[in-house]
């Protein structure tokens, strides 16, 4: 399987709209697109104008065939006016510990990933079914001779136990398809209580602990420069954890 990221910023007063487009016109064309079996936008539980159109696909070429079939971009056209031009700009610490920066364009950013970990009888959530679910992608960069431990270490112990606890609907493990080291955990929740219940309860923490000694020594620095009030933020991080509701989607 192949999973597909679309980030988005929507402007503040066009939200609403994106998540009503993204249900009636972008869903009916992924859903008549062969090998794409799941299509949903999640939202940020921090940032209500981020999202990502999160999709499923049989193979990395039929996701390749939709992008150059011309869909894709006469679709992200039309959700153009309602996205708010980037402001961020990422700043890259090198090998050989050169800084590299560049300001993110007002092309939307597409991220592929194979799926690593994902139960045969997986049946993702969708909106007409559910009430709003919860999704934590946690990020991470390990040492890249240590990309197939962290499979076996997900599929074995991690994806297992994460499925027992109370609440967690769904867990994924995707492996990006340009930066092989680079992986998201992806799961679902009934509600964010549950997911909140499982950080608290130490259980993250004992899993996260069965791969940190893979995770890569390097950082990767961001800056963010807010346009309007000039202020800069700088973070560095091996491992990041994002939060989201599920606001449309659907199964195929």
Not at 27 to 42: E, H, M
Not at 48 to 67: F, P, V
Not at 146 to 160: A, F, H, L, Q
């Amino acid at each position: 399987m192949y999973m597909r990221f679309v980030r988005m910023n929507a402007l503040a007063d066009k939200v609403n709209t994106l998540i009503n487009f993204y249900d009636k016109a972008i869903v009916p064309v992924l859903q008549n697109t062969d090998g794409c079996r799941y299509a949903c936008l999640i939202q940020s539980a921090r940032r209500e104008g981020e999202c990502i159109s999160m999709t499923l696909w049989d193979s990395q070429a039929d996701a390749e065939e939709y992008e150059k079939s011309g869909r894709f971009r006469q679709l992200y056209d039309k959700t153009r006016p309602l996205l708010e031009d980037s402001s961020e700009w990422k700043i890259q610490l090198t090998t050989d510990y050169t800084l590299e920066y560049k300001p993110e364009s007002d092309e939307p950013v597409v991220d592929s990933y194979n799926v690593s970990y994902m139960p045969e009888e997986t049946k993702l959530p969708e909106t007409k079914k559910f009430p709003p679910m919860y999704v934590r992608i946690l990020s991470a960069s390990v040492e890249p001779d240590k990309t197939e431990e962290v499979k076996r270490i997900y599929k074995d112990e991690i994806g297992p136990n994460l499925r027992q606890v109370k609440g967690c609907k769904y867990a994924f493990l995707t492996q990006n398809l340009r930066e092989e080291n680079e992986f998201f955990s992806i799961t679902i929740w009934e509600n964010k209580q549950a997911a909140d219940n499982y950080e608290k309860s130490g259980l993250y923490d004992e899993l996260v602990g069965k791969v940190k000694h893979l995770f890569s020594g390097l950082y990767q620095w961001k800056m963010k420069l807010e346009q309007k009030s000039g202020k800069k933020s700088v973070t560095s991080e091996d491992l990041s954890l994002e939060q989201y509701t599920v606001v449309a989607g659907k199964n195929f």
